[in-house]
């Protein structure tokens, strides 16, 4: 498997030499002459939906087009990636994606679409750790307090996730199998929709992004117990890993990156690479990022449809051991 660190290392020359050719790539065909579109597929106000916008700010102004975000949530992001496969290959469909829709769902459900052969990767976004959350007006301050909670009424307890086959539904029966606890999973169309009922306590607890969680936690109304990822978040400093809290063997990132559809031509594919490059640069995006809870690793193409793949393989192995099914 492509480790992220590795490919960190092996992306850094490739990067430099980039940072020069720019300048002389601003110049190449944009990847077509109409309006783009940014496919996502979560509701607005959801971490996808949130990074979505940001991307189409600043692509609006570098491609010199105007740039939209279309919201088509549902089947595990899975409908806009559809979308995006089978438009017109000339680069103006894109599609921000997650390893939800292309690495586990694909394991699930019967696509139209093969994820790793009719979207044309473009570049990694951003990788976001998962936090276990709980509402702050809950009584659970401790993962050590849920877990021993949980323990004395087994299968009364809830986790939330954005939909069948997503990462919080991953972290969540990673969760289980790793404690052997037993909790119920209640799928939403989208975080933003589950964060109601986390809020309401008609659900204990989610697994969610950082990206989608942040303002919920900064705003008071989650608590955050433990990040699922194998270090502490740079925002949440003061939130153990699971690891931390003992509980191993469920480490869960979750990561964004961008496609078009396959065929587009290579012209329209390299200058939304370098798009994306100089918007990935830029101090007021790494900065949004960062406050999302978030890291920028930038990719080339190659490395990116390398990692898709690897990523694809690894969800898949999950997938099979923990004995996930579609509901």
Known sequence: MVSFARLQRRAWFACMLAGFGLAAQAQSPSPADKPVRIMVGASPGGGTDILARVLA?????????PVVVENRPGASNTIAADMTAHAQADGSTLLLATNTGQAVAPHLLKLKYDPLKDLQPIGLVAVMPNVLVVSASGPYKTVRQLAQAMAEKPGSFKYAS??????????????????????IHVPYKGSSAAHIDIIAGEVDMMFDSTSSAMGQIKGGKFRALAVTSPRRSAELPDTPTLAEEGVRGADV?????????????????????AELTRT???????ARIKDLG?????????????????EYERYGRLVREAGIKAE
Request: charged share 20%.
């Open 57 to 65: 700010e600043k692509f609006a102004g570098g491609l010199r087009q």
């Open 162 to 183: 954005s939909g069948v086959g997503s990462t919080q539904h991953i972290g969540g029966e990673a969760f289980n199998l790793s404690t052997g606890l037993k909790s």
């Open 253 to 273: 990132s979750t990561w964004y990156g961008l496609f078009t559809t396959a065929g587009a031509p290579k012209a329209a594919v390299e200058r939304l690479s």
């Open 280 to 286: 990935l640069r830029l101090p007021e995006v790494q």
């Open 294 to 310: 978030g890291e920028i690793s930038i990719l080339t193409v190659e490395q990116f449809a390398d990692m898709n793949k690897a």
